[in-house]
């Protein structure tokens, strides 16, 4: 059974859309002879109803110390790997994948839906390169966070910092440009 986490007029941050909103409606969802709802989901005004997964207080952002809208939007992902089973072959038959008879998606959506995944066939032609790219992409959110903290730490302290540890800084600042700032974004061939 549900209980609502949230209220009516109640200022929320909204993870998949990534934009703070009020509650304007809590919609429980009944089943007949139960007494309590099945689950409940929120109205926040933005075109679709929101589970409570997606949503976050406003009191649980202001604990975040001293957080900003990127670090807070990081730490919101839970991009995890899932282990799809692969339906053309079966563990039998791939007994030198690293996960005989499943492949790796990862999920980088609180529902399951979105994510990144590979066809069966370059799967097969190297599983373990695939394993290790799942792994890289699933940690990505928290790589981006440890490249912002070295690159606040050495803003802070500029003229402190060794030549290596520069070298690392100037690396980490090239990587956030390259996700946060759009128009250093390759451009695409118009065809």
Same mark, same amino acid.
């Given at each position: 059974?549900?209980? +609502? &986490?949230?209220? /009516?007029?109640?200022?929320?941050? #909204? $993870?998949? @859309?990534?934009?703070? +909103? &009020?509650?304007? /409606?809590?919609?429980?969802?009944? #089943? $007949?002879? @139960? ?157």
């Amino acid at each position: 059974m549900a209980k +609502a &986490l949230f209220h /009516k007029s109640q200022r929320v941050y #909204v $993870k998949p @859309v990534g934009t703070w +909103a &009020l509650v304007e /409606k809590v919609l429980p969802h009944w #089943v $007949k002879d @139960v007494e309590e709802p099945l689950r409940v989901t929120y109205d926040v005004g933005l075109g679709r109803e929101f589970t409570a997964g997606e949503l976050v207080s406003e009191e649980v952002m202001r604990r975040r110390e001293g957080g900003n809208s990127a670090d807070d939007a990081v730490e919101l992902e839970n991009w995890r790997i899932y282990r799809a089973k692969n339906r053309w072959q079966d563990g039998d038959e791939v007994a030198s994948h690293p996960y005989p008879g499943t492949f790796p998606v990862v999920m980088t959506d609180e529902n399951d839906w979105g994510g990144w995944r590979v066809p069966g066939s370059e799967y097969d032609r190297d599983p373990s390169k695939i394993e290790y790219q799942a792994r890289l992409i699933m940690n990505a959110p928290r790589m981006l966070k440890v490249c912002r903290q070295l690159s606040e730490y050495a803003s802070r302290h500029s003229g402190e910092l060794p030549e290596e540890l520069q070298k690392a800084v100037r690396n980490c600042q090239g990587i956030l440009r390259h996700v946060y700032e759009v128009g250093d974004s390759p451009k695409i061939a118009a065809e």
